[in-house]
């Protein structure tokens, strides 16, 4: 057995053996390192990646992980709804709109039946609440805010940025240490690259701070386009120079299904090429984060 191959095989054999509810951690590292999961352009497997992350994060490399959804659309918990256990007792959007020092995201956190993982819930409202949000004093450091508490309760927390610009996921930007930007081998989603990077920099020139780009993870590889891929290879280098990560997503079944199923792919295909992409994502993470 190869050593992707074990380290596969130990995700899914601790994603069986652990089906327990677990509480929030009652201390972390104390020094959370929070990863944000941005892509301007959807379709591109920001979800998909978001979650397989952190779960490969908290079975494998042993992280106590909290995955943030926020995007409205609800889709980190739908893609683990098998693993969720309760309800939280707040939502993201509710959390955010707590008056002054009041801001804490910990009520809007749920547990699942995988040791060291934690999410937040789906929440339907974040899209009317982004508009209330933009009436706020520093509107655009809320989430920094609201996640002061979690940070010391976690080593790892991921998260899953809404497909656009918008408030929302400049909130997750500056709140953010790293980002990992998703970017199939196309024109379109290189240019939305392009748009993120020029935010990132103008974040940095207004606030005097932004993330640290992680990469740019190519997803959804065919690898049967040699042609389009390379060219799109040359593109991000020409353009990124040293910032393309080492692993790539291959175009898999086994993620549509994993998602179709509410599990991980760690759980629904083990043995899958979806399953070795994302171990060896998480393993190349936590070596450029973590070690």
């Not at 707590?98 to 699942?112: H, K, Q, S």
Request: aromatic share 2%; with cysteine.
């Amino acid at each position: 057995m190869s050593v992707m191959s074990a380290v596969v095989h130990g995700i899914s054999q601790q994603l069986q053996q652990h089906m327990r509810q677990s509480p929030i951690p009652v201390q972390g590292s104390g020094r959370a390192r929070v990863i944000a999961v941005a892509a301007q352009k959807g379709g591109v497997g920001k979800t998909t990646s978001a979650v397989n992350l952190a779960v490969a994060l908290s079975q494998v490399h042993g992280l106590s992980t909290l995955l943030v959804d926020l995007d409205n659309q609800g889709h980190v918990a739908s893609s683990l709804r098998a693993h969720v256990k309760g309800v939280a007792a707040q939502t993201v959007s509710g959390a955010l709109l707590m008056p002054g020092a009041e801001l804490d995201l910990r009520p809007a956190i749920v547990a699942t039946n995988l040791d060291r993982l934690w999410l937040t819930g789906a929440d339907k409202q974040l899209g009317a609440a982004e508009a209330q949000l933009a009436t706020r004093l520093g509107r655009e450091m809320l989430l920094t805010r609201a996640l002061r508490a979690s940070r010391q309760q976690f080593d790892a927390i991921v998260l899953d940025c809404p497909p656009n610009l918008g408030l929302l996921t400049l909130n997750a930007l500056l709140a953010a240490d790293h980002v990992l930007v998703p970017c199939d081998l196309s024109v379109l989603a290189l240019e939305g690259v392009d748009d993120l990077m020029n935010t990132i920099g103008q974040l940095e020139m207004t606030f005097g701070r932004a993330p640290q780009i992680l990469g740019l993870l190519h997803t959804r590889v065919d690898k049967r386009n040699h042609k389009q891929n390379a060219a799109i290879r040359r593109a991000v280098a020409q353009r990124y120079a040293g910032l393309a990560m080492e692993t790539e997503i291959a175009v898999n079944t086994s993620l549509p299904t994993a998602q179709l199923g509410g599990t991980s792919v760690f759980a629904c295909a083990p043995d899958s090429t979806g399953a070795r992409d994302y171990a060896a994502l998480a393993a190349e993470v936590h070596a450029r984060v973590f070690a």
